[in-house]
């Protein structure tokens, strides 16, 4: 049975460069606390989702949750940094944005939810600027920051902290000893903390000894996500057949099959280790995080492909699929076995309610045009008076 914090690898020797580096980023978040940098405020609800460690904690699969449950209501706006894209400054993904030019996780977003205004900037308060600003994404309501919890330049609304319980930031390092950004004093910030990953058979007990170890302030909430997957999808719809629904439901198209596991992401060890139990084999074929794949990578996947046995099957992530479709050079046996497979979020101990109308609360109250404010202005004296769209910001910790 895997333990949280199971998978922190702490290189001892690495350690006093880590406390240098620990000086440098105190440093910094001190000239923040103090006021010598300046954060800026902004008239819009904004939701920053991020860690304080590198990669693999789940951001992706919790912006997405936010999405689902604001799109409906309000214009949503999503702005990434767009790691490891091509291009420079400010991008607003367009239908037909290529992954080079925003990054996996943009075009990710941007595929499954074309409604949304998604865009990409390193300077997060000149892409706040730009999409609040231009004439075609001026109607945002709501701007989800993926990634941004150390970009302090931008004072968000609601700040959500998560944190994978296979990498408890109780038991890790700073850089480069360990995979923290910044030291763990640094989750003082958040309005929201969210374990995430969390095993589904965690026990009452367990869940009490996790609240305390992360002691957190009366201000802060404690949820527990774990993730949910959705049944396999072809990545080439054209060559690979989607599965027939069944009784067996996500897993039934990998019983008794060989399946080559094919990620480039930063913690693959959690979705071999839940993949396992529902096929004949496994076998890894791990990248590093936000691999730029190449021709040499083709000839490297289909060779692994091809030394299996039969029947198998390829399964890689959404965020890899996004890399995987303009890839030259594989072959069709690969093409037509190749299927991602969905994940979602999942709130545990019936907290989803609790943690939605936390969300929709701060919205609705921080709103500028969206209808959530036509409903709260219908309610109220048509002489009454409207403050209008100056900056306005409430912190979660006030609600």
């Known amino acids: ?134 004439e075609k994404t001026n109607d945002v309501d709501v701007i989800l920051l993926d990634d941004a919890f150390q970009h302090r330049y931008v004072k968000p609304g609601i700040n959500i902290l998560l944190v994978d319980y296979h990498r408890l930031i109780i038991y890790d390092k700073l850089l480069p000893a360990g995979r923290l950004r910044e030291p763990m004093k640094g989750k003082n910030r958040a309005d929201i903390v969210i374990l995430t990953k969390c095993p589904k058979d965690l026990k009452p007990m367990e869940f009490r000894v996790l609240t305390k170890s992360l002691n957190l302030f009366p201000y802060q909430e404690l949820f527990f996500s774990c993730i949910d997957y959705d049944t396999p999808q072809p990545v080439f719809p054209d060559k690979a057949q989607a599965p027939e629904p069944t009784e067996g439901g996500t897993w039934s198209m990998l019983n008794g099959k060989n399946v080559l596991l094919l990620t480039g992401i930063a913690s693959p060890e959690q979705m071999r280790n839940d993949l396992a139990p529902h096929c004949r084999t496994i076998t890894s074929l791990a990248f590093n995080d936000h691999h730029a794949f190449k021709p040499k990578d083709a000839e490297k996947i289909n060779a692994a492909f091809e030394s ?46 609790k943690f939605n109308t936390k969300i929709i609360s701060y919205v609705q109250k921080n709103s500028r045009n969206s209808i959530l404010v036509k409903r709260k202005d219908d309610d109220k004296p048509k002489d009454s008076h409207h403050p209008g769209n100056g900056i306005r910001t409430i912190s979660f910790r006030d609600n």
Not at 10 to 35: A, C, H, K, T
Not at 86 to 110: H, N
Not at 316 to 326: A, F, H, I, M, Y
């Open 308 to 353: 299996m046995d039969s029947p198998k099957i390829i399964i890689t992530t959404e965020k890899d699929s996004t890399r995987l479709v303009g890839l030259e050079g594989l072959s069709d046996h690969v093409v037509n076995n190749l299927y991602t497979i969905p994940i979602k979020v999942m709130f545990m101990l019936e907290q989803e309610q």
């Open 1 to 134: 049975m895997r333990t949280e914090g199971d998978l922190i690898k702490v290189n001892e020797w690495l350690l006093p460069l880590s406390f240098i580096y620990g000086v440098g980023v105190g440093l910094r978040n001190q000239l923040f606390d103090m006021g010598i940098l300046k954060q800026r405020a902004y008239g819009i609800p904004v939701i920053s989702v991020g860690n304080i460690t590198v990669g693999g904690s789940g951001k992706t699969p919790h912006v997405e949750y936010l999405i689902r449950l604001l799109k409906d209501v309000v214009k949503v706006g999503v702005l990434s940094r767009g790691y490891k894209r091509k291009s420079r400054g400010y991008v607003l993904a367009e239908d037909d944005t290529p992954v080079s030019a925003i990054g996996d996780e943009p075009c990710q977003m941007k595929l499954k939810f074309p409604d949304i205004y998604v865009a990409v900037d390193k300077n997060r308060c000149e892409g706040i600027d730009r999409l609040t600003s231009d």
